[in-house]
């Protein structure tokens, strides 16, 4: 049913008297360790998802916390509206906090507080990726059913646990309750802005290739003086495979990686450029000044519409306090690939599998182990959902909404088009600056408050 | 005073009555955790420091601990007897035990068994380096005290308590202790033997030098998804650098390396040829069918004669249970290099880290630590010491004794000749697979019994 402006406005007020609830609600939540690729923290994803469930059972969804052989999935749904139905994603789990040291506060004891340009922003882990940006749409339900008793069109929320930690139980669920599922579109909020004052929805996204490598040379760890020269390094012949990886030009050199990635067509290269996109400022952000990478590629060509290849983790031998002159047995990395087009995932690993296993000495092995994977996302930019969402985002913030393309992966919105056959519309609030994934990760309070208000303007937007 | 073949057989057949207190004293020695790296483990050191002073003075030696700004030293003595002087030295400290579940057995729960080969051993950390050589003599001055009332000739000894940690205090003491250190020959017990039946004395010895390199690139960790590309990858920077190192035939390509190394005599390469070195035994014992290193030289000439860099420890991002795909702000390496003939440590310092500093990115830095260095070592191998030794070792094992090099690093050979112009005669009884800094580190039993008689025999060969 459409929602007339007296309505909305009266949603959009309750929203502005509640915040200070809604923030306490979000810091409770952000309390939670929810860490969801360390077994340790199983108990507290389930806590997390516990309380997921008990929030939307408060403001009057039906909810259901459904185990897996991982974290449990919360379903939220309230459907008593006609019209077109949504289908919400958001994930409760985060990302480890090591480094400890580099953190200013506890990362699980939520602060609000002024950031050194003077907006206020809410510091803990989870408080952009992505609790903070999951409950603004539930604080958006929230004041709907508050201020008009219910919802203004059909809303399914699945709230993930394993969005951090290869996802692999949310395939299959989505396959399991297709019609508990069906909607006329999805929503995901896991993205950026692209800045402060301007909103986005992102519509070209890129997949994933989570590959660990374990290379073992010797039967045990040797003494560097007693075989050192003779023996085989693990760490050494890591280290020569990994920089094989790319060549001098910062290109990727697995056999065929660039076999399906398309030129970037000019229009698009064109509207990008109008975007103003600072490669000085972007990499400045990082404290970096020289762009890596592909070096005949603009940054932001290389970020949204090209492939990449990043070691995520290294390790091998000892890597304790002192000094250990082991020729260590094993050594091993974290690597993974941001995939964009029509790359094909398998495709892409099984390369990689044989450009290692091409480079290991005769007497060395390489064991591998697969930490999931996605293709890359494209939506088409000229649905009606889509242009009712980018109307309601231009009416609450000081820019009109702009479509962009992102260099992370959601891999959920690919699940959703092969299984459900929705396309996804991908709106967040988030900041490039938003140290997600990193010490010391914040949120814009601005982007929870009006990320709730913009919620309930697309939601009122879609029952026209 | 010269001993009597009556009274050596005497003290031998002490040796052989008092076999098993002996070993009860040595498996109290090795539950003692004293990993000298480790900064947990001071208290475990300063004990196992104390342990050794009470058993120097249960036998009768004046016996002192010295405490330096990290381990304790010991200093025992018994100057009674005429004739020469000896300063023998062994160390306490052992090293980490990590990976732990690759351990059988508690490593710090030393216990005797058979071995597959039917040989019976002693397991546990520090059985074989250094605890068990250097009870070998302790056990025979007991021996020889308890059995004679005295010792043969002046006896000193220095035990040390941060050999596998850089042994920085080391020097002074030795600069601050000259005369009370004076001795005529000095004997290190912490080589291996040629094989089972066959003593060695060592006459050359590798030097080393010990950096940690940590490459700095963005100012904090980033995400893959939003920096992918575009960002340099400390992980990426360290392997580029680490990769570097070797050529493709296998020589380090650090500038100036191999300028100070010698080719090897063709007398010397003779002799090692008539020892019967069996390359594929030697890698196998490993693991290993394949010899890394430099590819035109022979196994045996690599560890004894050829310099070497090894990566013992290599670490960056995140390397926890499952996945995260962070881009790391930093990598850090352990970086050994194994110095021969007139190789200078610091020459070699400086020009790795030249090496490294001109393949950084301009916007990265390298941070670098300084984690010991010692020249290489050569014995004149005609003294007369060195003969009565020989003749010593022969008369107690099957195989006459032999005159051998070694790939590890023995600092304190170099101190005793730079500061007290003393030569050592490095004599010691482990075999090249007691796996020391592994796994599983064993010592055999009868290098332990017959170490202890040899110990006997050289006392008493050297007061002729």
Request: negative net charge; contains cysteine; proline residues 5%.
């Amino acid at each position: 049913m459409p929602v007339s402006s007296t309505t909305t406005d009266a949603v959009l007020a309750r929203v502005d008297a509640g915040l200070d609830d809604s923030l306490e609600r979000l810091m409770e939540l952000m309390r939670i360790r929810s860490i969801s690729t360390d077994p340790e923290y199983a108990g507290e994803c389930q806590a997390a998802a516990s309380w997921l469930r008990g929030a939307l059972d408060e403001i009057g969804f039906a909810a259901d916390l459904h185990q897996t052989e991982g974290h449990p999935l919360v379903l939220g749904r309230d459907h008593s509206a006609d019209g077109p139905r949504v289908l919400f994603y958001g994930h409760y789990d985060v990302q480890p906090v090591d480094p400890l040291e580099l953190w200013d506060t506890d990362p699980f004891s939520p602060e609000i507080r002024e950031a050194e340009d003077g907006t206020r922003i809410i510091v803990g882990r989870g408080s952009s990726d992505d609790k903070g940006q999951l409950m603004t749409f539930i604080e958006a339900c929230r004041a709907f059913k508050a201020e008009t008793g219910s919802m203004p069109i059909g809303v399914t929320l699945l709230l993930e646990g394993e969005e951090e930690s290869g996802g692999k139980n949310l395939p299959p669920f989505i396959s399991a309750y297709k019609q508990a599922l069906k909607a006329d579109i999805a929503l995901v909020c896991d993205t950026d802005m692209w800045n402060r004052d301007t909103p986005s929805i992102t519509t070209m996204l890129r997949g994933l290739v989570g590959e660990e490598i374990v290379i073992t040379c010797a039967n045990k760890d040797l003494h560097s003086g007693m075989f050192g020269n003779a023996a085989r390094n693990a760490n050494q012949v890591l280290a020569d495979i990994i920089a094989s990886l790319r060549d001098e030009n910062g290109r990727v050199t697995v056999d065929g990686f660039y076999d399906d990635v398309a030129e970037l067509p000019d229009t698009v290269r064109e509207q990008w450029q109008t975007l103003g996109f600072d490669e000085q400022a972007f990499l400045g952000s990082a404290g970096l000044s020289i762009p890596a990478g592909e070096n005949d590629r603009s940054v932001l060509e290389q970020l949204w519409s090209r492939p990449t290849c990043e070691i995520n983790g290294l390790s091998g031998g000892y890597t304790g306090a002192g000094f250990k002159t082991v020729i260590p047995a094993k050594a091993s990395a974290k690597i993974s690939f941001r995939l964009v087009a029509d790359m094909d995932p398998q495709k892409v690993r099984d390369a990689f599998r044989r450009h290692v296993r091409a480079r290991l000495p005769d007497d060395c092995s390489a064991e591998f182990h697969d930490h999931g994977a996605a293709p890359a996302l494209n939506v088409p930019a000229d649905g009606p959902m889509l242009q009712k969402a980018l109307g309601a985002l231009s009416a609450e913030w000081p820019n009109d909404a702009v479509i962009t393309g992102s260099g992370g992966s959601i891999p959920v919105g690919g699940e959703f088009k092969r299984t459900l056959g929705l396309d996804t519309l991908f709106i967040g609030f988030a900041q490039n600056d938003d140290r997600i994934h990193s010490p010391n990760e914040k949120y814009d309070l601005q982007s929870f408050h009006k990320g709730i208000r913009s919620w309930v303007r697309i939601l009122a937007a879609l029952a026209d």
